[in-house]
Every structure is written in C-alpha cells, then in structure tokens.
C-alpha cells in the first residue's frame, strides 16, 4: 500500500520537478554506494574545457553531499518548491519552467568561475524558493515554531540557518542574486514603464515541452496538502481569506502556510 501510495505521488509529480529530483537523489545514491565519487562531478574548468569532462557542467547541480540532515534538508526545500512553482506559476509552461532552470543555472556557471564553488546544487535550491518567494508575497510562514513572516522573508531566513549551522553563506547569496535577477527581468522590469519583456523562451523548447495538452482533470493539491510541506514546530497551514478574497496568481496567496 505505501508503496503504490508512493507510486502514485510520484507519478503525479510535475515533469520538471520529478526529473529534477530523481536525478539528485540517484546521483546521491551512486555516491554513497561507491559507485562513482564527488570527485568525478564536481565543477572544474580545467577538466571541463581541456578534458572534455562537459557532464560536469550538469552533475555539480545534482549533488549535496552525502546522504544527512543537510541532503534531506535541501531535498524538501528543492522538491517542495520546485513543485509549487512549476503547478502554480509555470503551469501549463512547462517550457519556461525549463528555460528558468537553464537561465539559473548557466548565470550560476559563469559565476563559478570567478568564486571558488564546485557544487552548486545549494545555490539553485535557494533560487527556486526566492522566486517562488517573490512571486507569492502575502504567503505567511512559520520556520521552525520560532518565527513568523512573509514569502519574501524566507530566502534571507534559510541563509541566517546556513550560518547558524556553520555552512558558507557565499552559496545562499549566489542563489538569492540569481533568483532576483530572473524575477526582475521577467517580472518587474517588462511591467515598468517604457519596459518589455527580455526573457523569450525558445520556441523549439516549447516544441518539445509544451507539445502535449494539459490533462483536463489534473488538480494540484491545496498549498496546505501539498507533499514536502512538513510542519517544522508550528501549529498547521490554514486559509486566512475566504476563496473570493484571495489575490490571482502570481500575486500571492493569503494563508498561513509552515515550512
């Protein structure tokens, strides 16, 4: 039972998301079991460029060291907000989603080379929840039963726990600016005056992702339902606003929401 109930979950998961993650956690396996070592996917230049070794370009995104509180940590956070945004915002835009993933993580990239990273898998976690952030401002939230705030907060709140914990924020700071860049020229500056729109998603991305038409019947679970949405010590995620108050998407959502 629990392993169709599994199944099922996982099945159900957006393309993106369920690719995204899959691969993060068998490349963490394949880790643990010995079967390759970080050694072989962290980023590196040198071996990219005078190797050819070009599959580290994509495999120092999908590891976050070994199986530990840390790799559960930033697996929830990458599943959870990954799948929101790509039900919520980027529903029906599977290609944009990909073009967001691809934008992220070649401006992350460039960056590596001039900051001494090799994995950054942390960094686009942290990403995907600042635009998911940005885009849902009215969001309440509760971390850990010590603090509330809204969205916006929760980027710069994970980044404090990063240093409470004694890990380097450089890799909080490197997401957070990215995120921010994708957020403003997607959806500040095309909405300013005398702006328009720069970020234009590639048409044969949309060939292949967004080919297929929606499924009719397909309904994302509540916010407070939704899976990765673990209660960290507050007291339930419940609507504040009767459906008829609440903002249109992409303005946010007014409820309690805990993380």
């Given at each position: 039972m629990a392993y169709q109930t599994f199944q099922q979950e996982y099945?159900?998961?957006?393309?993106?998301t369920r690719a995204?993650?899959?691969?993060?956690v068998l490349t963490t396996l394949a880790v643990q079991l010995d079967i390759i070592t970080p050694f072989q996917l962290y980023f590196n230049p040198d071996l990219i460029f005078n190797h050819y070794q070009v599959w580290r370009l994509v495999t120092n995104f999908l590891f976050f060291g070994p199986i530990g509180f840390n790799f559960l940590f930033n697996m929830?956070?990458?599943?959870?907000?990954?799948?929101m945004l790509e039900e919520g915002s980027f529903r029906g835009r599977t290609a944009d989603f990909f073009f967001m993933f691809f934008l992220g993580g070649l401006i992350m990239t460039i960056i590596s080379f001039f900051v001494n990273l090799v994995f950054l898998g942390q960094a686009f976690t942290i990403m995907l929840v600042y635009v998911w952030s940005r885009r849902n401002p009215y969001v309440r939230m509760n971390f850990l039963g010590l603090m509330n705030f809204q969205a916006p907060h929760l980027p710069w709140v994970l980044l404090g726990f990063s240093l409470l914990l004694g890990n380097s924020i450089i890799v909080d700071f490197i997401g957070i600016a990215v995120g921010h860049v994708y957020f403003f020229l997607e959806d500040v500056f095309p909405q300013?005056?005398?702006?328009f729109k720069i970020l234009r998603t590639p048409g044969i991305l949309k060939m292949i992702f967004d080919s297929n038409p929606e499924d009719p019947n397909y309904n994302p679970l509540p916010e407070e339902e939704r899976p990765g949405g673990f209660d960290?010590?507050?007291?339930g995620a419940r609507p504040e606003d009767a459906p008829g108050d609440r903002p249109q998407d992409g303005q946010g959502d007014n409820q309690n929401q805990n993380q």
């Open positions: 099945l159900q998961t957006p393309a993106i995204y993650c899959t691969s993060c929830i956070f990458t599943y959870r907000y990954c799948r300013q005056q005398g702006g960290w010590g507050g007291e």
